[in-house]
């Protein structure tokens, strides 16, 4: 005979159906649709394709990713512990006699006042070192700054910026899962906001590599890690923005735009590929409100690459020096020229006894060309020349005279030598009994009390001129390169470019500020 008693699966479904059922019967009386029931039996489930995700990335890099502390100097403190400065008719505390009141005072309540706890510590935790020469007193330091790094070698060395390590005088090192360690500093380089840290330990460290930015593209994916705000490990998403902004902080400025978050504490980390290689190292964000609003700047890595590694092998950056002080070409100076477009690098006035005088540059070239390689504009030459070391030989490409030719320079040392700007002129007083309209250009002139160029006197605001920036108290030194010391001289080149075709001609100009060049039309007036 069968057992008629349901099994517990059996009896499961029984309830199931049972529940199921009930329910529909009680919605169906009530008007709720069928289908609405349905919904009720089998869970909402939405087939659409997944957006990435960077967990791989993030996890196989963030051991390598670390936070930056800084502490530099503060004042010295007495040897109460208290941080109270204190002087008297040109007299410290400690040359106060023992019995003085004052001294007194101060031994007893002076470890009280504010920014003392009168035990020796300070609110931010800063350690106490001794300093140097004849003042042997503790110098405390403190926390000045936080920023992030990374490793580039499992023997410790790591990057971060220039600007997070520029006043310090310890560092500390904190690791994705907590560990402190000292680190010291192997070199940092200004011109390109890059630092080395070093951290000595017994450990191999998970360190990374830096990736051929070439292959980087606008629209590309990339994964920025970092330390915002000091919290550590912070991670964020976006995209490359653009690429070869200039952001007016060096000649070098070829940065890479992310908008992925990057707030304050990001400087000196890394921003990564999907492959884990870093693209660029953080350095600079557009925010009007000092938080993000999707604006970041990277230094590439093809730029860090050798700044890095001369920093680790001596502690500085050695680069090329040709010693001109340039500015860009633009379209009406590329036509002033006869140059058919507005590419190079303009000098304004080589530097006295740089290697571009010496070989032969002169104010008024246009630097085309650097071995061959084509330069498009000011920037380009500075980081081309940059590259080369100090006593390289090269080929400068040059337009002059509307035509090239080429000039041999044995480059400087840019690590020891400043960097090209021509000494500011002074401008000339104007001699008002010599002077002459030039109504065509929309300027008054009269020769320059030392015979040299011809001092502006009056600009007509409603001219070319004023709108190109020429200014009364200026200097014109030189019209097409050629020298000028009357309204004449200005006049007869003028004319010469007129029969050459051209419609505008190129002014060079001197004031306080420096030397500078700007092209005016010269159409019939």
Same mark, same amino acid.
């Given at each position: 005979?069968?057992?008629?008693k ?13 529940? @199921? &059922?009930?329910?529909?019967?009680v ?6 649709p069928?289908? $609405? $029931? ?18 791989? $990335? ?6 390598? =990713? ?13 040897d109460?512990?208290?941080? *109270? ?7 410290? *505390? ?11 005072f ?24 001794p ?10 330091? #403190? ?26 005088? /310890? *560092? ?21 906001? !890059? ?12 360190? =990374? ?19 915002? *705000? ?8 976006? +995209?490359?923005?653009?690429?070869g ?14 908008? /992925? ?12 590929? !999907?492959?884990?290689? @870093?693209i660029?190292?953080?350095?600079? %964000? ?11 700047? &990277?230094?590439?890595?093809?730029? &860090?690459?050798d700044?890095?590694?001369?920093? +680790? ?15 860009? @070409? ?19 006035a ?16 246009? +630097?085309?060309?650097?071995n061959?390689?084509? +330069? ?23 337009? #002059? ?7 041999? @320079? ?32 929309? %300027? ?32 014109? =030194? ?5 020298? =000028? ?7 007869? $080149?003028?004319?010469? /470019?007129?029969?050459?075709? #051209?419609? #505008? ?21």
């Amino acid at each position: 005979m069968q057992n008629s008693k349901p099994g517990r699966s059996n009896l499961k479904t029984v309830l199931k159906a049972s529940t @199921v &059922a009930g329910l529909a019967a009680v919605m169906l009386s009530t008007g709720i649709p069928a289908q $609405v $029931v349905q919904s009720f039996a089998e869970p909402v489930k939405v087939e659409a394709p997944q957006a990435p995700s960077f967990a791989d $990335v993030v996890a196989a890099v963030s051991p390598a =990713v670390v936070s930056v502390r800084v502490q530099s100097e503060a004042q010295p403190v007495s040897d109460n512990g208290s941080n *109270f400065s204190f002087n008297f008719n040109g007299q410290g *505390f400690e040359d106060l006699p023992d019995d003085h009141p004052l001294k007194r005072f101060f031994r007893d309540f002076g470890g009280q006042m504010p920014g003392g706890r009168g035990d020796g510590r300070d609110g931010d935790r800063a350690e106490r070192s001794p300093r140097g020469g004849d003042d042997n007193r503790p110098q405390r330091l #403190r926390p000045t700054s936080q920023g992030s790094g990374f490793f580039i070698s499992e023997d410790g060395y790591l990057v971060t910026n220039n600007h997070v390590v520029s006043d310090g005088a /310890a *560092f500390t090192v904190v690791m994705d899962d907590g560990t402190e360690l000292d680190a010291k500093l192997i070199g940092k380089d200004s011109r390109t906001d !890059l630092a080395v840290l070093k951290v000595d330990a017994n450990r191999k460290f998970t360190y =990374v590599n830096l990736a051929d930015d070439t292959k980087v593209r606008v629209g590309d994916w990339v994964v920025a890690v970092g330390n915002p *705000f000091g919290l550590g490990g912070s991670v964020t998403a976006g +995209i490359i923005s653009a690429r070869g902004r200039d952001i007016g902080s060096g000649p070098y400025d070829d940065y890479i735009q992310i908008d /992925a978050a990057v707030n304050r504490g990001n400087s000196g980390g890394p921003a990564f590929n !999907l492959e884990g290689e @870093v693209i660029g190292i953080n350095t600079a %964000i557009f925010s009007p409100s000092g938080g993000n609003v999707g604006i970041a700047f &990277a230094i590439p890595a093809s730029v &860090a690459r050798d700044v890095v590694q001369d920093l +680790i092998d001596d502690g500085k950056v050695e680069r090329g020096w040709l010693g001109v002080q340039i500015q860009p @070409v633009n379209k009406d100076i590329a036509e002033s020229l006869g140059l058919s477009e507005a590419q190079g690098a303009l000098v304004v006035a080589p530097q006295e006894g740089s290697p571009g005088q010496k070989a032969g540059i002169k104010e008024g070239d246009v +630097i085309t060309a650097v071995n061959g390689d084509p +330069i498009k504009d000011a920037r380009d030459l500075a980081r081309k020349v940059a590259q080369f070391g100090p006593d390289t030989k090269v080929d400068v490409s040059v337009w #002059r005279d509307g035509k090239s030719q080429d000039i041999a @320079v044995t480059l400087g040392n840019l690590a020891s030598e400043d960097a090209a700007s021509a000494e500011p002129v002074e401008p000339d007083a104007p001699v008002p009994s010599s002077e002459k309209a030039l109504s065509s250009l929309g %300027i008054t002139v009269a020769p320059a009390d030392n015979g040299t160029g011809l001092a502006v006197t009056e600009v007509d605001p409603d001219s070319e001129a004023a709108a190109r920036g020429l200014r009364a108290g200026e200097k014109i =030194v030189s019209v097409n390169n050629q020298s =000028v010391t009357d309204a004449g001289d200005i006049e007869d $080149v003028i004319e010469q /470019a007129r029969k050459d075709g #051209r419609t #505008r001609a190129l002014f060079q100009v001197e004031s306080e500020r420096g030397s500078r060049f700007i092209a005016l039309p010269i159409n019939e007036g």
